[in-house]
């Protein structure tokens, strides 16, 4: 298979990256109420390929801060990057995809991130020695609701289960694993969601699969949290949620700058910096030793990250899904 072979499979999925960034954006714009994302259009510099749309909203009603970035970027593969892929023939790569992670004003309204990505890598005939696809979305809540974490999971399983019963349950586990600050005594940075990595197409077919699989995925986001924004937006909140939601914060900073591989991948290969850090948060905190109230709303979102549940096995009323219908559709 050549180079040539998968441009208009590449080109599917760029145009595809750009519709989603579009309507997560106006989606989020609606209810907000106040702000809109900014757009940065961004090139390589220095004779590498490629570059990227960054669209950031701050100060609004209900989102302080995100970000929704597509790329579409290549370029020779260096000495480091070699070693990172662990390709010793590979000369050239290819990448495009969508990254967001919203950071809402209000402590009862979860910080999200997700990201879908396609990759490709080449010889030095252009041949193409390895191609997958990546991504998955998860949720970071500072006070717990189980009804939430119930319809998060839940949607993100509905759009898998077309694929494979068995798959939801994998790419859950892989996302309470990889999310997770092992220097915190493997406290998980929220309530998990889905992650998957290097998902390899065998031939054409099968590389049309995933391509679905990914637009699947990708598709659900809306759904799987916006009713969730609308829900707890007017929570009303105080000095105590706001200092609760910063330490919080701080945990996110610390996973994503001493764990998180795309981060970490993109820093040492020279990748455009303020896209990469527009995950972090606006405001965080670092109290010394801090320990929550036993038994506090606190705590009690504490110790679900010490110990993942299996969401799916709990059950709401009907009338709490006539609810989240309610509110799906309203987005």
Same mark, same amino acid.
């Given at each position: 298979?050549?180079?040539? &072979?998968?441009?208009?499979?590449? !080109?599917?999925?760029?145009?595809?990256?750009?519709?989603?960034?579009?309507?997560?954006?106006?989606?989020?714009?609606?209810?907000?109420?106040?702000?809109?994302?900014?757009?940065?259009?961004?090139?390589?510099?220095?004779?590498? #390929?490629?570059?990227?749309?960054?669209?950031?909203? &701050?100060?609004?009603? $209900?989102?302080?801060?995100?970000?929704?970035?597509?790329?579409?970027?290549?370029?020779?593969?260096?000495?480091?990057?070699?070693?990172?892929? /662990?390709?010793?023939?590979?000369?050239?790569?290819?990448?495009?995809?969508?990254?967001?992670?919203? %950071?809402?004003?209000?402590?009862?309204?979860?910080?999200? %991130?997700?990201?879908?990505?396609?990759?490709?890598?080449?010889?030095?005939?252009?041949?193409?020695?390895?191609?997958?696809? #990546? #991504?998955?979305?998860?949720?970071?809540?500072?006070?717990?609701?189980?009804?939430?974490?119930?319809?998060?999971?839940?949607?993100?399983?509905?759009?898998?289960?077309?694929?494979?019963? *068995?798959?939801?349950?994998?790419?859950?586990?892989?996302?309470?694993?990889?999310?997770?600050?092992?220097?915190?005594? *493997?406290?998980?940075?929220?309530?998990?969601?889905?992650?998957? !990595?290097?998902?390899?197409?065998?031939?054409?077919?099968?590389?049309?699969?995933?391509?679905?699989?990914?637009?699947? *995925?990708? /598709?659900?986001?809306?759904?799987?949290?916006?009713?969730?924004?609308?829900?707890?937006?007017?929570?009303?909140?105080?000095? &105590?949620?706001?200092?609760?939601?910063?330490?919080?914060?701080?945990?996110?900073? !610390?996973? /994503?700058?001493?764990?998180?591989?795309?981060?970490?991948?993109?820093?040492?290969?020279?990748?455009?910096?303020?896209?990469?850090?527009?995950?972090?948060?606006?405001?965080?905190?670092w109290l010394y030793d801090h320990h929550p109230?036993?038994?506090?709303?606190?705590? !009690?979102?504490?110790? $679900?990250?010490?110990?993942?549940?299996?969401?799916? *096995?709990?059950?709401?009323?009907?009338?709490?899904?006539?609810?989240?219908?309610?509110?799906?559709?309203?987005?």
């Amino acid at each position: 298979m050549n180079k040539t &072979t998968t441009k208009e499979f590449r !080109e599917r999925w760029i145009n595809y990256i750009h519709l989603l960034q579009e309507n997560i954006c106006t989606s989020l714009e609606r209810i907000d109420e106040k702000e809109t994302f900014g757009k940065d259009e961004w090139e390589r510099l220095e004779g590498r #390929g490629g570059g990227g749309l960054t669209r950031t909203i &701050t100060d609004g009603n $209900v989102f302080e801060k995100g970000g929704v970035n597509t790329s579409v970027v290549f370029g020779s593969v260096t000495e480091k990057m070699r070693g990172l892929l /662990n390709k010793e023939n590979a000369a050239r790569w290819f990448a495009a995809g969508l990254s967001l992670v919203i %950071h809402p004003l209000n402590p009862y309204v979860p910080t999200v %991130h997700a990201n879908w990505r396609y990759f490709e890598l080449y010889d030095d005939a252009d041949n193409v020695i390895d191609r997958w696809f #990546g #991504g998955g979305a998860d949720l970071t809540p500072y006070y717990l609701f189980e009804e939430d974490a119930i319809h998060f999971h839940q949607t993100l399983k509905n759009a898998i289960d077309p694929f494979g019963e *068995n798959i939801y349950a994998e790419y859950k586990r892989n996302c309470d694993e990889y999310f997770t600050n092992t220097h915190r005594n *493997n406290e998980t940075r929220g309530i998990g969601g889905v992650f998957y !990595e290097h998902l390899r197409p065998e031939d054409e077919a099968a590389a049309e699969g995933l391509l679905k699989f990914q637009q699947a *995925n990708g /598709n659900a986001f809306v759904n799987a949290y916006l009713p969730i924004v609308e829900k707890r937006k007017q929570n009303e909140f105080g000095s &105590t949620e706001i200092e609760w939601q910063e330490i919080r914060r701080g945990r996110y900073v !610390e996973f /994503n700058l001493v764990h998180d591989r795309g981060t970490l991948f993109g820093l040492r290969t020279n990748g455009r910096t303020e896209s990469i850090l527009m995950s972090l948060p606006p405001r965080a905190r670092w109290l010394y030793d801090h320990h929550p109230e036993a038994g506090s709303r606190e705590d !009690e979102l504490l110790q $679900v990250c010490l110990h993942p549940k299996d969401w799916l *096995n709990n059950t709401i009323s009907e009338q709490e899904k006539n609810e989240w219908a309610r509110k799906s559709n309203s987005c």
